[in-house]
């Protein structure tokens, strides 16, 4: 009987200390970010195409810029980007980015569109290459992005359905994650890039710098270039197709 009462009476302590304790874990919790220069929200830019499109259908092709012709390619489209790197080749026309944003306390986020910083190119540049495409059937994916027009420096957020809407605004609870992606297009030329993503959290400013691990992301546009498809375990010219 006596373990009965003490344990309705340490109910009822933690019920009264539990709104007290409370709001001072939390204070305690924010200022030992600010202490350790803890940013409120994590947010992390996934870069390789087969963890981007990993889960969907095999509809999203792949175009990339390579010095030269090799004699075969990879059969899934999204593992183009690393098979390619190696071989000094980089995206062509279009550079697909995944951002993944989570908040470690509940946060109003306002994902304004990035800032382009275009990066100077050698004196002939681009230099001589190919453009290698693996062109795939079924549907067109359009997730909600933001739209980067590098040869413009401009950056639109859009809907699935390629029109301009307003910033995304986002209302997450501690732990929880949205995501979204960046296009960036390129129709000629050769560009050398970074973004900064800017954030208004809980109206504290907050800039993340975009990069391709460390490095200035670097896209070709496909005007100008032999373009050669693989089609058949076999490279054809596009002008044959």
């Known amino acids: 009987m006596d373990k009965f009462y003490a344990a309705v009476a340490g109910a009822f302590v933690m019920l009264f200390l539990t709104p007290m304790v409370h709001p001072l874990a939390k204070r305690l919790e924010a200022i030992s970010r600010r202490i350790y220069k803890i940013k409120p929200v994590a947010v992390h830019i996934e870069r390789d195409p087969s963890i981007i499109w990993s889960g969907f259908p095999n509809w999203v092709g792949a175009s990339v810029w390579l010095p030269e012709l090799p004699a075969n390619a ?9 098979w390619a790197r190696p071989l000094g080749g980089s995206d062509a026309h279009l ?3 995944k951002v993944s944003i989570t908040s470690r306390d509940t946060a109003s ?3 304004e569109p990035p ?6 190119l050698p004196i002939g540049d681009p230099p001589k290459g190919i453009v290698a495409t693996c062109p795939v059937g079924g549907a067109e994916l359009n997730p909600r992005r933001v739209q980067v027009d590098l040869a413009w420096g401009a950056a639109t957020w859009v809907n699935p359905e390629g029109d301009p809407i307003r910033a995304l605004n986002l209302s ?8 979204f992606h960046i296009y960036a297009h390129a129709a000629a030329g050769r560009y050398q890039w970074r973004l900064e ?3 208004l959290v809980d109206g504290k400013r907050l800039t993340v710098r975009v990069e391709d691990d460390g490095e200035p992301f670097v896209t ?8 050669y498809l693989w089609h058949d375990d076999q490279w054809v010219a596009r002008e044959n197709t």
């Open 109 to 111: 986020i306002l994902v």
């Open 74 to 82: 990879p059969d899934h489209p999204t593992d183009w980007y690393n």
């Open 95 to 97: 550079t697909v980015l």
């Open 115 to 120: 800032k382009i910083r275009s990066l100077p």
């Open 220 to 227: 070709y546009g496909s005007s100008g270039f032999s373009e």
């Open 172 to 179: 997450l609870a501690p732990g929880e994650t949205e995501q």
């Open 197 to 199: 993503l800017p954030l």
